[in-house]
């Protein structure tokens, strides 16, 4: 049996480092554009379910360029804040930032009466990782028309059934403001929601923790909204 040199094996394992490394990195390149895309997709599908429009991979961007007809940024005054595109702005890196210096976007979505819906994005903290989602309000910008919530890590079966219909369809008809003007949000309840309760759903049996912080973040991110729903309201 041949036998190798230190320095011999050394850069042999440093050259076979390399090579790898450089293809995984051309990989990495030539596919990022394909994964930009399946991220942009995904992406305009939730916010199409958000107001009760179904679509798939592959009608999506065309669903979502006939119901989402216009979209527009706002601080946090309720301001609309120019050049700066909606679709692009990445609410994790926001609310890193200084609330009053955040993007805050919206989506109006075109509803089946031919009214508008207006769609904001949240973001929140979960059991085991980010939990995320899009909420669209009626005209009266106070009732919740649809919800749709997902999530990177939570219990299959526990806290991943935030991201079911079961969970997120009775968030429709829930308002967010009591008596128009004390914004609420929407509570997550453990043992359930008194029946009639404008302002709170059941949460999940077993994923207690998902479902506060389900909550934790509708009251975070929509707050933000406040002003500009209650100066735009119809």
């Not at 850069?11 to 942009?40: G, R």
């Not at 909420?135 to 649809?146: A, E, L, Q, R, W």
């Not at 479902?211 to 209650?230: G, H, N, P």
Request: charged share 20%; aromatic share 10%; net charge negative.
């Amino acid at each position: 049996m041949k036998n190798f040199s230190n320095t011999y094996i050394f850069v042999f394992a440093l050259v076979m480092v390399l090579i790898v490394a450089m293809l995984l990195s051309l990989a990495s390149i030539s596919l990022k554009p394909l994964q930009d895309k399946n991220i942009e997709v995904e992406k305009k599908q939730n916010i199409l379910a958000s107001v009760r429009v179904q679509s798939t991979p592959e009608n999506a961007v065309d669903l979502y360029s006939k119901f989402i007809t216009e979209s527009y940024v706002l601080n946090t005054k309720g301001e609309k804040q120019e050049g700066i595109d909606a679709f692009t702005v990445d609410i994790k890196s926001e609310l890193a930032r200084p609330a009053d210096q955040r993007a805050l976007p919206v989506f109006i979505g075109t509803l089946e009466d031919g009214s508008n819906a207006y769609v904001v994005p949240v973001r929140g903290t979960g059991l085991w990782g980010p939990i995320w989602g899009y909420v669209s309000f009626k005209p009266d910008m106070n009732t919740i028309y649809g919800a749709v919530f997902e999530h990177q890590g939570e219990t299959p079966g526990l806290g991943a059934e935030i991201s079911t219909d079961w969970f997120e369809e009775p968030f429709r008809g829930k308002q967010i403001f009591r008596d128009s003007a004390e914004f609420v949000s929407v509570k997550v309840l453990k043992g359930g929601a008194p029946e009639g309760d404008l302002h709170a759903v059941d949460a999940i049996s077993g994923g207690t923790i998902t479902s506060k912080a389900l909550e934790a973040m509708l009251d975070s991110c929509l707050v933000q909204y406040q002003r500009f729903f209650i100066q735009n309201r119809k």
